[in-house]
């Protein structure tokens, strides 16, 4: 896919301009907070990026998530807009950005009112780009000199982990001269700015391969909801909302990515969906009910762990030894969770124990490894047992002063005995008062040490007795101190930060020995994300509501036999807003015969939630979920390509004309056979004559590329027009609706959206048919007499409406090249048929013949007649 890219001719693409801070070849951005800030993501990723000065457009790209210490790497060829570098950027959602200082200069833009960032004028296009699609996010110059690539494989070669990834990594990334300049000015800006240095051999670094997935811009991923919803903030209202059913923060991390980027690999997507309903598999996910409720229960026991996090701050801590309480207690904390996360990770070993899935199997042997039992054992021989995970209070800082056995330390030891007596001092003092004045005192753990707390009603008249201090309300609770309470405090704050410092001391040898093999615990962490993830895939495929044995009938698994072919599909986030019974399912069906499809019909009548629900499909599919419909079957596509008209053109002054053609080109500019484009009416924002003339030539540019697409469109003259293209809809009106879904096999045709009047206006019944538009229905004019236009105006509009039509139907339907256009259409169809039935069919060998022998007859009468 991506020499395709790269190679593709560059004529259709608008040309360059050098200084442009928005102009009409930027692909226009939209309101940005649903792909980053409105789901629960935030941006963590440093990235660094290195473009080639070459006709190529080689770009280099490091990130370093400072969360979880991931690192990414990719190298990739990019056309003008920059779309794919934009991709991979809101696949790691940038925190702040490094470019060479090359790429900027200070020149003339100075302004004490602007951010540092901001002050420099760019030098390069796709910092440009960058700068629009992330407006917020700082762009911090970094000296050229560091972009060294040699520097850069000698920090894969020092931080990549021990593990078997590891000679892959290195090899990958060895060629790749962009990228590794980018690492070494990540990891010289990381040490130089951030003050971070990472432990050898302690960080997951990864080489993106950029083909393997499917590449779906930004903008399409927020035309599609992908993780976030256009006018709802609500971000379940989105496809990463509905299929996140994860318990840890990896797996909903690696949902994340999954659906901005699915996998283009069948035997990938096909493993994953065995999982949930594995057809030679009966302890699959959704089939095996034990099996899916004991991966739940233990699961659960990691309820919210951030694995990734937690090892990279083991790793950033391994490198800042710490000489503050403070550090300490974060340290120990941070160990007391990684026990719980090595104590728990065998109950999901053994809850997948009997797997036969291939894809399972593969997470058991990685969850075997020995090497965890080993971190167990050294944690297990330093550590006391409990496994108490309370975050807040005096609980969670006696699990931080116990945490180290008992006898391990002497001086440790003597020290908590200290902090023991002076805690129970303290509840000593709690005792005196409380039957020195009569008032039922209670003590808090405040962050500062224990204050008094008594409820509100308990003191009369709001008066403490002499000798209290520093009273405040708080939800109906007075909380106060004394002067005796507080010099205790103070004695058992020296305690304590003794026991903590000495507590590090232990748990500092302890991490020094765990980095020895880390990389046993980063693989845990991917097994245990993938694994949630398929969980949650199998989740959404279950119905709960439904019992054995009807329990899967509300998402189907897709098949992947490279037809687009789906019965009764629902679009799965208006599935979940709509009350019951109001949701209108349709089908779908594009194949090599009919791969452009034209979709018609009035406002409001469901063309964008169809093609939306196309998409949206697809996406579920290659990420390995159920998708909502009866029967689906999908083609692999490499690309997801869209243009929905926004709102928020308007906003940023982005002109709808330029905004359609901005995306248009990178539409043509990116699209291969293998691509699936949505357009959802392109050509509104110029004279009906103009925009008629676009939408054909864009249309024609699709065609001719053969990629699957669906254009909705209001002009009716492009069902005409269009319709000499062996590959798109045939033309005319048809009476036989679709009744079954195996029909659906001889083609699809132009397909309309249907409404119809009532006595309060129009109708929409949301459901997609084959055909053009109905000759003598013009909805427009009905909207327009619904809308009280005077009588003799309609009648005129009528006439010359219906006129207009008779016209055009005539012109075409005798027209030699329609002939000769629908002849080639019916036989690139039966074709297609014919490949289908060898390749799929399912039939015994002598219905198939007969099955074929019924098209002799069928490709005769095309050749003779042009009878379809
Ligand atoms: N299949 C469906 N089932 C139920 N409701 C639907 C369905 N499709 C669309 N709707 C409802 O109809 C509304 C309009 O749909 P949509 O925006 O897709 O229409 P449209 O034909 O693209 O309109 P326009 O031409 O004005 O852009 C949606 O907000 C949705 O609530």
Not at 138 to 157: C, D, H, I
Not at 650 to 656: D, R, V
Not at 755 to 764: K, L, P, R, V, Y
Request: net charge neutral.
């Amino acid at each position: 896919m991506t020499s395709q890219m790269a190679s593709r001719p560059t004529s259709r693409r608008p040309p360059t301009t050098q200084t442009r801070p928005r102009t009409a070849n930027s692909r226009p951005t939209t309101a940005r907070p649903q792909t980053a800030a409105s789901t629960k993501h935030e941006a963590n990723y440093v990235v660094a990026l290195l473009e080639g000065r070459g006709l190529g457009r080689e770009v280099g790209l490091a990130a370093l998530d400072k969360d979880t210490g991931r690192v990414v790497l990719v190298q990739l060829s990019d056309c003008q807009t920059y779309v794919k570098t934009m991709h991979q950027m809101h696949l790691h959602n940038p925190c702040l950005i490094l470019v060479p200082d090359t790429f900027l200069s200070t020149s003339g833009v100075g302004s004490a009112r602007k951010p540092a960032y901001r002050q420099y004028m760019t030098r390069s296009p796709m910092l440009d780009f960058i700068r629009e699609e992330f407006p917020d996010v700082p762009v911090e110059p970094v000296l050229r000199k560091y972009w060294n690539a040699t520097s850069g494989l000698e920090f894969v070669q020092q931080l990549c982990v021990e593990d078997e990834e590891r000679a892959g990594t290195i090899l990958a990334v060895s060629n790749k001269y962009y990228v590794l300049s980018s690492v070494s000015a990540l990891f010289k800006h990381a040490e130089l700015r951030l003050n971070t240095r990472f432990a050898s051999a302690s960080l997951r670094i990864r080489c993106l391969p950029v083909d393997g997935t499917m590449m779906i811009d930004p903008e399409s991923a927020r035309n599609l909801e992908l993780v976030g919803n256009l006018s709802v903030k609500k971000s379940t209202h989105s496809i990463f909302g509905i299929l996140n059913h994860t318990f840890t923060a990896m797996a909903a991390r690696l949902l994340r990515v999954n659906i901005l980027s699915p996998i283009t690999s069948q035997s990938s997507i096909d493993a994953r969906l065995d999982v949930v309903e594995g057809k030679e598999f009966s302890q699959a996910l959704a089939f095996d009910e034990d099996l899916f409720n004991e991966v739940k229960s233990a699961l659960k026991t990691l309820n919210k762990m951030d694995f990734d996090k937690l090892i990279a701050m083991l790793v950033q801590s391994e490198t800042k030894p710490t000489t503050t309480a403070q550090g300490a207690a974060a340290r120990v904390s941070q160990m007391l969770n990684l026990r719980n996360v090595v104590h728990n990770l065998p109950l999901l070993r053994k809850a997948l124990e009997g797997t036969k899935s291939p894809l399972l199997r593969i997470v058991y042997d990685m969850l075997s490894d020995q090497r965890l039992e080993r971190i167990d054992s050294l944690i297990r021989m330093a550590l006391n047992e409990d496994t108490s995970t309370v975050k807040h209070g005096i609980a969670a800082v006696n699990a931080r002063v116990y945490a180290v056995k008992a006898n391990y330390n002497r001086l440790l030891d003597v020290a908590r005995e200290t902090y023991k007596e002076n805690v129970g001092d303290i509840y000593g003092l709690n005792n005196t008062l409380t039957d020195a004045h009569d008032i039922p005192l209670t003590l808090v753990y405040l962050e500062t040490g224990f204050v008094f707390s008594l409820k509100k009603q308990d003191l009369e008249n709001d008066q403490l007795p002499r000798g209290f201090i520093n009273a405040t309300l708080k939800k109906g609770k007075w909380q106060f101190s004394s002067l005796d309470l507080k010099k205790m405090n103070a004695r058992m704050k020296d305690a304590l930060d003794e026991t903590l410092i000495l507590s590090d001391k232990i748990i500092q040898d302890l991490v020094s020995e765990i980095l020895l093999n880390i990389g046993a615990l980063y693989k845990a962490s991917e097994a245990v994300a993938l694994v949630d993830m398929l969980w949650s895939f199998a989740h959404s495929a279950i119905s709960e509501f439904l019992t054995e044995p009807q329990r899967m009938r509300n998402y189907v698994r897709p098949e992947l036999t490279g037809t687009l072919a789906i019965k009764s599909g629902r679009h799965p986030i208006l599935e979940t807003v709509r009350s019951a019974g109001t949701l209108v399912s349709n089908d779908v069906y594009c194949d090599d015969s009919f791969s452009f499809q034209i979709i018609q019909g009035p406002n409001m009548s469901g063309k964008s939630t169809y093609l939306r629900q196309v998409g949206l499909l697809t996406v579920m599919a290659m990420c390995g979920s159920f998708v909502p419909a009866e029967y689906a079957s999908f083609r692999i596509h490499d690309a997801i390509l869209t243009r929905f008209s926004n709102d928020d053109d308007l906003e940023k002054n982005l002109s709808t004309f330029a905004s359609e053609m901005a995306t248009s080109a990178m539409i043509l500019g990116l699209a291969t056979p293998k691509s699936l484009v949505l357009i959802d009416e392109l050509g509104r924002g110029t004279s009906p004559i103009e925009g008629a003339g676009i939408a054909h030539a864009i249309a024609e540019a699709l065609i001719e590329q053969k990629c699957f697409a669906f254009f909705a469109t209001h002009f009716s003259e492009l069902s005409m027009t269009l319709s000499r293209q062996p590959t798109v809809l045939a033309f005319g009106r048809t009476g036989n609706y679709p009744t079954s879904f195996r029909r659906g096999h001889e083609s699809i045709r132009l397909q309309r959206t249907r409404a119809s009047e009532s006595n309060f206006g129009m109708t929409f019944q949301y459901k997609i048919i084959d055909g053009a538009p109905e000759d003598n229905t013009h909805y427009g004019l009905e909207l327009a007499r619904l809308a009280d236009l005077p009588s003799d105006v309609l009648v005129e509009a009528n006439r010359v409406t219906s006129n207009l039509t008779a016209l055009h139907a005539r012109n075409q339907e005798h027209s030699e090249s329609h002939q000769i256009a629908l002849r080639r259409k019916t036989l690139l169809r039966l074709r297609t048929q014919l490949t289908q039935a060898y390749e799929h069919s399912t039939l015994p060998d002598e219905d198939l013949v007969a099955y074929i022998g019924r098209f002799q007859g069928d490709i005769t009468k095309a050749f003779l007649y042009g009878v379809e």
